[in-house]
Nanobody
Framework: QVQLVESGGGLVQAGGSLRLSCVAS????????MGWYRQSPGKEREMVASITRGGSTDYADSVKGRFTISRDGGKSTVYLQMLSLKPEDTAVYYC??????????WGQGTQVTVSS
């Protein structure tokens, strides 16, 4: 059973930064891709950033230039470095892993709140 555990969320002022971590129960290279998603009240969950097994990355337009996804295979961890945070970045952030292009696994989420 795949387990993903996120951490690093919190309350930060606008313009501040946070780094989220997602620790997987197995090797992160066993997944086709991993990513960060977010969901705020009344809105659908949206992709924020993703990274494939090969290292290709993708970002939502709203976070390009501010957020960076990275990974550490030795620690089975994927990170999301968030800079220049805005109030509209407030959401619950979820880590997702895709296995064999068929199975999606989600973490429990971590709250990020950006005050103005």
């Amino acid at each position: 059973q795949v387990q993903l555990v996120e951490s690093g969320g919190g309350l930060v002022q606008a313009g501040g930064s946070l780094r989220l971590s997602c620790v997987a129960s197995g090797s992160i290279f066993s997944f086709n891709a991993m990513g960060w998603y977010r969901q705020s009240p009344g809105k659908e969950r949206e992709m924020v950033a993703s990274i494939t097994r090969g290292g290709s990355t993708d970002y939502a337009d709203s976070v390009k230039g501010r957020f960076t996804i990275s990974r550490d295979g030795g620690k089975s961890t994927v990170y999301l470095q968030m800079l220049s945070l805005k109030p509209e970045d407030t959401a619950v952030y979820y880590c997702k892993a895709n296995l064999r292009l068929r199975y999606d696994y989600w973490g429990q989420g971590t709250q990020v709140t950006v005050s103005s």
